[in-house]
């Protein structure tokens, strides 16, 4: 048996030791083999990549596990990095004590543990250390909430702990990390991403986290949040390492809880977005998530109001308390202020591919619904550690209106309550990335995420594709070898449409959906077109594809709700509505050669049982009425822009001076 301290921390010499495998399926129909059946044939190093050969795999690229300092401190999580990719495998692991498993392998994961203090309260561990024996150790121990912001505010305030030991401590403890990326790696079955947290939050309030995956060996040691809280000088970091020959990328999360800083109309100065920080933007941040445990990203009914599905999971919250201003917050909005900048600068900012995650602090990654049972930001395995009917009482009860939410980080340093409990139901299940790539590899992968051919899932797997062109036939998913004829002629998810054809009337797109197998039929298929008007921008939600039983209003236009075959009193729900799959060509019935617009799409699952439901009725308690009982489960495809100019691409920005804090 290999020692995880043995392996060499370089992914071209993993590469070398498992060889490198190829899998060719396109979109699953319903009752074909798992996307574990096989992993396919060696792939020939000399054969370029087949785009119609591009299946989907899933993964989450945003999880914590014991090396980072809040899940230590008041979740108390010992989990370790490389139990993390075992668990995400599919293997057993001990937590807290319990015998855990995932029912199913994922394709590929990044443990992203904060960079800051990473594996410094770890020390805590061995009584005889220096930080176990000092006074901030001791307190630590003794008032874990308390004592996760003490280091947390020291950092940002550039306090120095001496008695953290940080320094070496974080350099051991990202040589762990990248030991146990590098070992659990294996191509053409699992891949592992060496990634990290930036927790930047200005003012102790605004989120601004970001997610840095690198693309193969990483650097030395990350660039943290202490070092600066601007996106930009995170942006000279990866140009740097990149100028280097170390690729990364960048992809923010949780925007909701921003404040309106994530897609704000300015730079981190205040000064309206140019075109040199559009083109930086573009292509060091080229992804966002959009779903995760903390409420989703892409929008709300405040921004979308005739949009009947924008009332999910929405967390309006700073993260330590106080609402969140929805403007500049949500991905849709985003999309907008993106063609309303190029059409000023020249460039997009906001030219964004879509991912889901869990952010769990638990090192579990399971995006099931009934993997989550309320506890601030840890999984569980539901056949394991179930919350007695006591915790799951506190779990689901509301959140008192005054005492009982913190309204500062400050404050919540202070409060002596279980502080992942009471959250009042608002955080919900994780949620997952797909992308579309020619093989389970790191570089098959990563050149997914960078050409933004990805989609989120709300959590189960659903698969959807999406092309858009300017020659597709109303009958092109019937014809021979369409997915590649799609790749040949179309711009596939995270593109941008070719140049219009003098002849063309309006671009057509393909779009097809596939349950998870494990999980509700779909309801519909939807596309988002959000578009450039004067000097504004406009968004409009087309149903395009659903279910047989079901059409259209011929007064109203609108499809009918679903039939809800959820039973409240069991949790259980009937596959006997909805389908196992859509497709559809579908051509823009309003475009404007005019205008820039931008589309992506959404299907929608029908109603399934919220955690929640499945938590009280689990634990025999009466449903809570302060929150939803059903839950429509989704997957957003990457967007596919036009541009009635072409576009300019963003561009391999090089090393920028390092500004100051």
């Known amino acids: 048996m290999k020692k995880l301290t043995t392996i060499l921390m370089t992914g071209a010499a993993v590469v070398g030791a498992y060889g490198l495998y190829a899998v060719g399926s396109n979109l699953l129909p319903a009752g074909s083999p798992g996307r574990h059946a096989a992993a396919g044939s060696a792939a020939r190093a000399d054969t370029p990549p087949d785009a119609s ?17 809040d899940a230590y401190s008041f979740m108390g999580t010992r989990t370790t990095p490389d139990e993390a990719y075992r668990f995400a495998k599919g293997e057993p692991i001990t937590y807290l004590g319990q015998t855990v498993k995932r029912p199913a392998p994922l ?3 990044a443990v992203t543990d904060h960079s800051e203090f990473m594996g410094t309260l770890n020390q805590l561990d061995d009584p005889n250390s220096a930080l176990s024996k000092s006074a901030l ?13 003490k280091v947390f505010a020291a950092g940002n305030s550039h306090q120095d702990l001496p008695e953290l030991n940080a320094k070496a401590a974080m350099a051991s403890a990202w040589q762990k990390e990248v030991a146990a990326a590098n070992y659990n790696y294996e191509p053409g079955k699992f891949t592992t991403f060496v990634a990290y947290e930036w927790t930047a939050m200005p003012q102790l309030k605004f989120n601004l986290h970001r997610n840095v995956i690198f693309r193969g060996p990483p650097p030395e040691a990350p660039f943290s949040s202490n070092d600066s809280i601007r996106p930009e000088d995170l942006w000279t ?17 949780n925007a909701n809880a921003s404040g309106g800083l994530m897609f704000d109309w300015n730079n981190s100065d205040g000064k309206p977005i140019d075109e040199a920080y559009a083109q930086r933007r573009a292509y060091n941040e080229p992804l966002t998530e959009v779903f995760q445990n903390k409420g989703q990203s892409e929008t709300v009914p405040d921004l979308s109001a005739s949009d009947e599905f924008s009332n999910f999971e929405v967390m309006e919250e700073l993260l330590g308390g106080g609402a969140s201003p929805v403007n500049g917050s949500y991905v849709r909005q985003a999309l ?24 769990y602090h638990s090192g579990l990654s399971n995006s099931a619904e009934n993997a989550y049972a309320g506890q601030g930001a840890l999984s569980i395995d539901p056949n394991v550690n179930l919350p007695d009917r006591a915790t799951a009482m506190k779990v689901l009860a ?16 202070k409060a002596k309550g279980e502080e992942t409990l009471g959250s009042g139901g608002i955080y919900g299940s994780g949620g997952l990335t797909g992308v579309w790539a020619e093989e389970n590899t ?22 959807i594709r999406f092309f858009g062109g300017w020659s597709v036939a109303n009958d092109a998913l019937s014809a021979p070898g369409w997915v590649a004829t799609a790749y040949a002629n179309d711009a596939p998810m995270g593109g941008d449409l070719p140049q219009k054809p003098a002849a063309a009337t309006a671009p057509g797109f393909i779009l097809q959906a596939a349950k998870d197998p494990v999980s509700g039929n779909l309801d519909r298929l939807q596309v988002v077109k959000v578009w450039l008007d004067g000097k504004t921008y406009r968004e409009k939600v087309f149903d395009v594809a659903w279910s047989p039983e079901r059409s259209l209003d011929p007064r109203t236009g609108k499809l009918p709700a679903v039939k809800n075959t959820v039973d409240l009193k069991t949790a259980t729900y009937a596959n006997s509505v909805g389908a196992p799959q859509l497709s559809v060509v579908w051509h823009d019935p309003e475009f404007n050669p005019s205008k820039p617009a931008v589309y992506y799409a959404r299907a929608i699952e029908i109603p399934t049982p919220r955690w929640s439901t499945l938590l009280a009725v689990k634990r025999g308690l009466p449903l809570p009425t302060h929150l939803p009982a059903t839950i429509q489960e989704r997957a957003l495809s990457s967007p596919i822009w036009y541009n009635p100019q072409p576009a300019k691409m963003a561009r391999k920005a090089g090393p920028i001076t390092l500004a100051k804090n």
Request: proline residues 7%; aromatic residues 12%; without cysteine.
């Open 398 to 413: 509301p959140r008192p209106p005054d005492n009982g939410h913190p309204r500062t980080l400050q404050d919540m340093a």
């Open 336 to 359: 907008g202020r993106g063609l309303v900048i190029q059409a000023k600068v020249g460039a997009n900012p906001y030219k964004l591919g879509f991912v889901g995650a869990t952010d």
């Open 442 to 463: 790191r570089e098959s992968i990563y050149a997914a995420l960078r050409r933004k051919e990805t989609f989120a899932t709300s959590g189960p797997e659903i698969r």
């Open 237 to 253: 970091y990866v140009e740097k390492l990149r100028a280097h020959g170390i690729d990364a990328l960048i992809i923010p999360h």
């Open 107 to 109: 394709d590929f994961i």
């Open 137 to 149: 150790g001791k307190f630590i121990h003794d008032n874990p909430l308390a004592g996760f912001f």
């Open 53 to 69: 050969q591009r299946r989907a795999f899933f993964g989450d690229l945003h999880l914590h596990t014991g090396f980072s300092f």
